[in-house]
């Protein structure tokens, strides 16, 4: 069953939560492409986000000299550059290929089909690649077809795409990014669309070379979300499990949340799913099921579990507009992160916490 988010309602909350909103853009993205934009588009230029660490080993240093982006599954050789397969064939293929990856895990197979259709099939020649790494991107112009290359199966980099390096081959800093394309460059997905930030993407261009500094506002910000993060592990806080989860449920309310719920605890019996906070947008017609831990350290792949597992119970046919997100005061596991990406779910450290909380504004909390 689809969905449809009212576009009129957002540009109204747009008028007073247009920062907000920016946050929920990545959790859009899972369900549906996002609006398209009203900046006119000059020749269809496209823009695309690609993690370039197949296998989870980083392999940047290498495509920086090469001039090159790289893709995983190599294993599917050049069985998917096939023209005549339509999306349901080449999902079918890539599912055959990686069978025991996929077959209990449809959701990741059907992540894994749209990071490969669109770098092989939605990818032109004079599209834009973003390739990020921390506080930063590198931006290339894509100026070739997908290349595959038979000897770098084993090491998982046989598909491939040569681009120009822009910026004379520097990276630029997400200082001179918009909160839109921050947002986006946060997201985990290996290659997903950021067609509708391209002007974003060209202005953090300019300002880079113009070596234009970052204004006051935007130092500011950024030395409180650094304090606002220490704070909310600090003793000083006074923020027990039970305030910490208050202060999410009222967070969800100040991102634009039309309710922002903390369900019975005696919902989930005999499962490990649990929910702490239940939080509906109903002008973008869907909800978001959170989970929150109070950590110092490092959280664990508990709290993904628990929310998928809720997800699974109350959205078993897949048909319900529901999102999880895990929220914590201090940083994940690997595990945690991996098992998140694979089901779909936004993991929310200290520090993106803490840039949530400046950007709705303290004046949200009690």
């Known amino acids: 069953m689809a969905f449809k988010i009212d576009k009129l309602k957002i540009k109204v909350l747009a008028k007073y939560l247009t920062k907000s909103l920016l946050f929920l853009i990545p959790v859009l993205t899972i369900a549906k492409p996002l609006p398209p934009t009203k900046k006119k588009k000059m020749n269809n230029q496209q823009a695309f986000i690609i993690r370039c660490a197949p296998s989870g080993i980083n392999r940047l240093d290498e495509l920086l000299v090469k001039n090159q982006i790289v893709i995983g599954w190599s294993y599917t050789k050049d069985e998917l550059f096939n023209t005549s397969l339509n999306r349901d064939e080449f999902k079918q293929r890539l599912k055959e290929i990686y069978h025991p990856n996929y077959e209990n895990n449809p959701y990741s197979l059907g992540q894994a089909t749209g990071y490969m259709w669109r770098f092989i099939r939605e990818m032109k020649v004079g599209d834009l690649a973003i390739v990020p790494i921390p506080r930063a991107f590198y931006l290339g112009e894509i100026t070739s077809s997908t290349i595959y290359l038979e000897n770098k199966v084993e090491a998982d980099t046989a598909i491939r795409r040569n681009v120009k390096w822009m910026n004379n081959g520097k990276p630029i800093q997400r200082d001179y990014c918009g909160a839109g394309l921050i947002s986006r460059l946060k997201y985990q997905g290996t290659c997903v669309s950021a067609t509708d930030l391209i002007e974003d993407i060209k202005l953090a261009l300019e300002s880079s070379k113009k070596k234009s500094k970052p204004n006051f506002k935007n130092q500011l910000n950024e030395n409180l979300k650094q304090k606002v993060a220490e704070f909310l592990t600090s003793k000083e806080a006074y923020l027990d499990d039970r305030k910490f989860e208050k202060l999410v449920q009222q967070l969800m309310l100040g991102l634009g949340a039309t309710t922002s719920e903390i369900p019975t605890k005696n919902k989930y019996k005999n499962s490990i799913a649990d929910v702490d906070i239940l939080a509906n947008f109903v002008h973008l017609g869907l909800q978001i099921y959170v989970q929150v831990k109070k950590h110092k350290e490092s959280s664990d792949e508990q709290a993904v579990n628990q929310i998928v597992e809720a997800i699974k119970i109350d959205n078993e046919d897949n048909s319900k507009p529901i999102f999880g997100w895990v929220v914590t005061s201090g940083k994940f596991t690997e595990k945690a992160q991996n098992m998140a990406n694979d089901n779909g779910i936004r993991?929310?450290?200290?520090?993106?916490?803490?840039?949530?909380?400046?950007?709705?504004?303290?004046?949200?909390?009690?």
């Open 347 to 366: 993991v929310i450290n200290g520090d993106d916490l803490a840039e949530m909380i400046v950007t709705v504004g303290l004046d949200k909390f009690k």
